[in-house]
Structures are given as structure tokens and as C-alpha cells.
């Protein structure tokens, strides 16, 4: 199984960016796929997470009400819509797929995703 994830960038305070993550070499139907991100001298946390059937999302508090998670079926693509971007969201950002159909619970736990992309820098700054 392949994760390529790309459209990172530098964007000033408050501009938008969305991040795309390719997935391929596996069926998906139910799977836990999400985001997660890692600062410099941070540890990773956890940003955004779904069920690839669409039937649950979650959003970590940080970013809620300014990143949404979604798919695309026939792409095999996962996207990270992300507005109002902030300095403190800078950081690496890495899309990760499950084996298992999470629970809401573990979605956001990166342990249980066995899968992960390159990783795409977002870079806010003015």
C-alpha cells in the first residue's frame, strides 16, 4: 500500500490550503484513514480522522471549525481542507491508513494506523 501525500506549502495567517493524500494498493470500504501532524520538537497529534465509508469523522478541538476531512471515492483520495491557518499550525503533515474499522474512540490514536504517507510541510507565515 502506497500514501502520497502532496499540497503543503507556505501560506500567510488566515489563508487557506488543502491537502490531498493518494492512497493505493488496497481496497477500501470501512477503513480508518485521517491526518495527523508533527511540529518541530513536538511531539505527532492527532488533527482529523474518518471511516472511509463517510459514516463517522472527528476533528481534534484545535482545529475544529477551521479543518474538515473528506474523500473521494473514485480518486482513492484523501483530502485536509484547512482555513483561518494560524503560525501554530505549522508543521509536517501525514496521512495515515488503518487495516481496521475504528470507533470513533480510536480514530484519533495513532497507533492504530499501520499506514502512513511522506509526510507534506504547511508552512504559516507572514
Known amino acids: 500500500v502506497q500514501l502520497q501525500a502532496s499540497g503543503g506549502g507556505l501560506v500567510q495567517p488566515g489563508g487557506s490550503l488543502r491537502l490531498s493524500c493518494v492512497i493505493s494498493g488496497r481496497t477500501l470500504s470501512n477503513q480508518g484513514v485521517g491526518w495527523f501532524r508533527q511540529a518541530q520538537g513536538k511531539e505527532r497529534e492527532f488533527v482529523a480522522a474518518m471511516r472511509w465509508s463517510g459514516s463517522t469523522t472527528r476533528v481534534s478541538d484545535s482545529v475544529r471549525g477551521r479543518f474538515s476531512i473528506t474523500r473521494d471515492r473514485a480518486k482513492n483520495t484523501l483530502y485536509l481542507q484547512m482555513v483561518s491557518l494560524e503560525p501554530e499550525d505549522t508543521a509536517i503533515y501525514y496521512c495515515?491508513?488503518?487495516?481496521?474499522?475504528?470507533?470513533?474512540?480510536?480514530?484519533?490514536?495513532?497507533?492504530?494506523?499501520?499506514?502512513w504517507g511522506q509526510g507534506t510541510l504547511v508552512t504559516v507565515s507572514s
Open positions: 495515515a491508513l488503518s487495516q481496521r474499522n475504528l470507533i470513533y474512540s480510536s480514530l484519533g490514536d495513532s497507533v492504530n494506523y499501520e499506514d
